[in-house]
């Protein structure tokens, strides 16, 4: 719409259709619109600050900004874009409510929000900081790396003191100013007594810079300042990175949904109100449109409306509320707008918590990237020790001139990068994260790919797992059905959502034309549909479930049966391919709630062996077959089979409510189908050489370089160099296969 | 040489003067939204902005 009103506006002939809503008029209450002032132009008119809705591609960012060409009183628009919020400079003249009519004449949503009503982002503040640190840092690591070149170089006299003071006072806003976040680190390790790579960098840091100026005072040596400046510089770097990839990772969940910054409408004294969504108390009057998903847990004050839950309880069948039920953030509204009265804020639901927890563990737990940090102590503590024992066993034990001896040191503290280790880790376990996220696969902890990595089982879940979940009419009987009973059966199942509705309506999809009318048609989900044509009622019911393989439901007459209909589940089509794949690495089995005779059928499809699957089982059953075999992976639902997937060596949720999902199962796959398990090994199998490649680098090379120095054969310039090029080198390791 | 006595406050000085430059820059926003430039290149500037 914004490209058609563009062209009008370029060829000189825009007409707006003219809004009679009264809709906005409350936006020109004296007392509202001092509230909405942002700040004043130096031209003495106001600037407000708008949340729109409905931006869609460049060609809005051109039409919002043209509003000036628009209406005069106009005077300044400029929109972000990515933010969604546009400041408007006005005429002190033009009411309110005319710039919402504006707006919403083309086609989008407008809120103003009210002076002191954003919100801040602590995250965002914190990734801030972060970058003003690394900018100074980078400026005196430049410097100081100049000045240290020239004294590599053979630089001596009167230069030499004066560059050695210049590095001194440029390393000055690197050890208080940048480094800061390590010292508040190693504080908190020291209050929980646990060693943490912070106080590990503080110490070391701080150490190091005392040496240095005892090297260039006291024993009149080359300082190592540029290594240290390197080495702040570059772990800088890389947490910022680490955050930036966690923060995009996050963004496309919790936060997206449940954005606190987000317009929501509220009914306050019987009047509509936006409100910032983190402003919602409780009590507070909450007003969802149709379609826009609910983002607190309330109260039903409207009318009866339907709800789509499939995000609460992955059913795709929506249910029907009336006034006073609770509702649950994440239901959406399908019937029409309706109101809520909020019990519980969007940060206390149940959806937002789940989802929140299962971002927040997300590198912590890893045993693997905990060993990986010993690892990297390990070393550093050696190159400590080696350094130590090596100054006095060099000047007195093979009487080595003391500035050779210090000149080896020197070179043995500066290479030593164990912060490969450190922050390669990590960094690995974030690609890996968020290339998952990519392919719609939620991952809750880096500890998840470990456990991925020692699976020796797999454990299919049959419905939704291996087949579709979506119903195929296989046949009736008898076979061949008039067009009349056709249409009849279309008919009943006009409005019906559930999956044998869908599946009569595709097997006759070439019944064209106008359908009979039934008279009181009404469905009881899951149970029946009945209706009445000319005094006969008429009704689809489950039967009674013979031993075959198949659903059976049946056509009645005035309660006699009238015709059968057979349904088979549908095999996914890659469940073959994938599941041939698999059978090399892992041991392979069904474990379904369903009539054994099917599971055996769709086993001998898939060419697993009868031994290896199980009908019949309870969610308990389940749960005793996982404990029987360890180091299993089990793919399922996320309500129904949740013991056993909490069980599981590796538990992920390929279907059911999200919220529960994310609790109990490791992992998420939000796409159905078996490919995501495919992209899930892949990604792990990346990772694992990734980590692999990273620690067999480390490790050699700080044993080849630490023996290289101890021998004489690097200098400190060398090792400066070689120091950053090494940190380089594992980056660009923990990304690859990554796109 | 001495003239390296010189240089090293001249580019010191310089140095700091682009780190506050970026400080400012950054400080001031201009980071914020790094898309919404990229479109508003496309815009035709005829009678874009302000008017007062």
Same mark, same amino acid.
């Given at each position: 719409m914004a490209c058609s009103f563009l062209n009008d506006l370029e060829a000189g002939d825009l007409r707006l259709p003219i809004s009679i809503s009264s809709k906005w008029n409350y936006l020109d209450q004296d007392e509202f619109r001092s509230k909405m002032v942002h700040g004043e132009s130096p031209f003495g008119n106001k600037i407000y600050l708008l949340q729109i809705e409905g931006l869609t591609c460049a060609s809005c960012t051109q039409l919002l900004e043209r509003l000036p060409d628009i209406d005069d009183r106009v005077y300044s628009s400029r929109l972000s874009f990515i933010n969604e919020k546009?400041?408007?400079?006005?005429?002190?003249?033009?009411?309110?409510?005319?710039?919402?009519?504006l707006?919403?004449? @083309?086609?989008?949503?407008?809120?103003?929000?009210?002076?002191?009503?954003?919100? %801040?982002?602590?995250?965002?503040? $914190?990734m801030t900081k972060l970058v003003k640190r690394i900018a100074v840092a980078g400026f005196c690591l430049g410097n100081i790396m100049l000045l240290a070149i020239a004294g590599y170089a053979g630089i001596d006299g009167n230069l030499k003191t004066i560059f050695s003071f210049t590095?001194?006072?440029?390393?000055?806003?690197? @050890?208080?100013? *940048?480094? *800061?976040p390590f010292y508040q680190g190693a504080m908190v390790s020291l209050k929980r007594r646990s060693i943490h790579l912070d106080l590990v960098i503080s110490i070391s840091l701080v150490l190091s810079f005392v040496l240095s100026l005892f090297a260039f005072f006291i024993w009149n040596k080359e300082m190592y300042l540029d290594s240290l400046s390197a080495f702040t510089f570059l772990i800088l770097v890389s947490r910022w990175t680490v955050k930036k990839f966690e923060q995009k990772a996050k963004k496309s969940l919790s936060d997206k949904l449940f954005h606190s910054d987000q317009p929501v409408k509220t009914m306050i004294?019987?009047?509509?109100?936006?409100?910032?969504?983190?402003?919602?108390?409780?009590?507070?009057?909450?007003?969802?449109?149709?379609?826009?998903?609910?983002?607190?847990?309330?109260?039903?004050v409207s009318n009866r409306t339907a709800l789509d839950c499939s995000l609460i309880n992955g059913e795709s069948v929506p249910r029907v509320y009336t006034e006073g039920m609770s509702l649950a953030a994440g239901m959406r509204?399908?019937?029409?707008?309706? #109101?809520?009265?909020?019990?519980?804020?969007?940060?206390?639901t149940d959806l937002y918590t789940s989802l929140k927890s299962s971002e927040d563990y997300f590198l912590g737990r890893s045993k693997n990237l905990e060993n990986l940090d010993r690892i990297g102590q390990i070393i550093l503590g050696l190159a400590l020790l080696i350094a130590l024992v090596s100054f006095p066993t060099f000047t007195f034990a093979l009487e080595l001139p003391v500035s050779e001896?210090?000149?080896?040191?020197?070179?043995?503290?500066?290479?030593?990068?164990?912060?490969?280790? $450190?922050?390669?880790?990590?960094?690995?376990?974030?690609?890996?994260?968020?290339?998952a996220r990519k392919k719609s696969i939620l991952v809750s902890s880096a500890d998840a790919f470990d456990r991925v990595n020692t699976t020796k089982n797999i454990v299919f879940d049959k419905t939704g797992t291996? #087949?579709?979940?979506?119903?195929?009419?296989?046949?009736?009987?008898?076979? %061949?059905?008039?067009?009349?009973?056709?249409?009849?059966?279309?008919?009943?199942?006009?409005?019906?959502?559930?999956?044998?509705?869908?599946?009569?309506?595709?097997?006759?999809?070439?019944?064209?034309?106008?359908?009979?009318?039934?008279?009181?048609?009404?469905?009881?989900?899951?149970?029946?549909?009945?209706?009445?044509?000319?005094?006969?009622?008429?009704?689809?019911?489950r039967t009674p479930q013979d031993e075959s393989s198949e659903l059976k439901v049946s056509l009645f007459e005035n309660d006699i049966e009238k015709v059968q209909f057979y349904f088979e589940d549908q095999l996914r089509k890659e469940s073959k391919e994938l599941l041939r794949e698999l059978k090399l690495k892992y041991n392979l089995s069904i474990c379904s709630g369903d009539r054994i005779k099917r599971v055996h059928k769709l086993a001998s499809s898939l060419l697993i062996s009868?031994?290896?699957?199980?009908?019949?089982?309870?969610?308990?059953?389940?749960? =005793?077959?996982?404990?029987?075999?360890?180091?299993?992976?089990?793919?399922?639902?996320?309500?129904?089979?949740?013991?056993?997937?909490?069980?599981?060596? %590796?538990?992920?949720?390929?279907?059911?409510?999200?919220?529960?999902?994310?609790?109990?199962?490791?992992?998420?796959?939000?796409?159905?189908?078996?490919?995501?398990?495919?992209?899930?090994?892949?990604?792990?199998? #990346?990772?694992?050489?990734?980590?692999?490649?990273?620690?067999?680098?480390?490790?050699?090379?700080?044993?080849?370089?630490? =023996?290289?120095?101890?021998?004489?054969?690097?200098?400190?310039? %060398?090792?400066?160099?070689?120091?950053?090029?090494?940190?380089?080198?594992?980056?660009?390791? *923990?990304?690859?296969?990554?796109? | 040489m001495s003239i390296l006595i010189l240089m090293l406050p001249i580019a010191i000085t310089l140095g700091a003067g682009f780190l506050l430059a970026f400080l400012a820059a950054f400080n001031s926003g201009q980071f914020e939204d790094l898309e919404t430039p990229a479109h508003r290149i496309l815009n035709d500037d005829k009678k874009e902005g302000y008017k007062s």
């Open positions: 546009m400041k408007i400079e006005i005429s002190n003249q033009m009411p309110l409510s005319e710039v919402a009519k707006i919403n004449s @083309l086609g989008y949503k407008p809120h103003f929000i009210r002076k002191g009503e954003e919100v %801040v982002d602590h995250a965002d503040l $914190a590095q001194i006072a440029l390393f000055f806003p690197i @050890l208080l100013y *940048s480094a *800061s004294n019987g009047r509509e109100s936006i409100l910032p969504l983190a402003h919602v108390k409780e009590g507070d009057f909450l007003i969802f449109e149709k379609d826009q998903i609910l983002l607190c847990d309330g109260k039903l509204p399908i019937g029409g707008s309706c #109101t809520i009265q909020v019990t519980r804020k969007f940060d206390q001896a210090w000149s080896r040191i020197l070179s043995l503290l500066v290479i030593t990068c164990p912060c490969a280790l $450190a922050f390669g880790g990590p960094l690995s376990y974030a690609f890996a994260l968020q290339q291996l #087949t579709t979940g979506l119903l195929k009419l296989k046949r009736t009987s008898p076979s %061949v059905l008039p067009r009349w009973q056709k249409e009849l059966v279309l008919a009943l199942e006009s409005s019906s959502q559930h999956p044998i509705a869908f599946a009569l309506r595709d097997a006759y999809k070439d019944i064209q034309g106008p359908l009979p009318i039934l008279n009181d048609l009404t469905e009881v989900v899951g149970e029946k549909v009945f209706g009445i044509l000319n005094g006969t009622l008429y009704s689809i019911k009868k031994k290896n699957a199980h009908g019949e089982l309870s969610p308990t059953d389940k749960l =005793n077959f996982i404990e029987k075999n360890p180091y299993s992976m089990m793919l399922g639902d996320g309500f129904n089979d949740s013991a056993a997937l909490m069980r599981a060596h %590796v538990g992920i949720a390929v279907e059911g409510p999200l919220s529960q999902s994310l609790k109990k199962a490791d992992i998420c796959f939000l796409k159905p189908g078996l490919n995501s398990l495919k992209e899930l090994l892949s990604i792990n199998h #990346t990772l694992q050489k990734n980590l692999r490649v990273n620690l067999g680098f480390t490790i050699a090379y700080n044993f080849i370089a630490i =023996n290289l120095c101890l021998f004489g054969r690097i200098s400190p310039l %060398v090792a400066a160099i070689l120091m950053p090029l090494s940190s380089i080198f594992v980056l660009s390791q *923990s990304k690859r296969g990554f796109s | -």
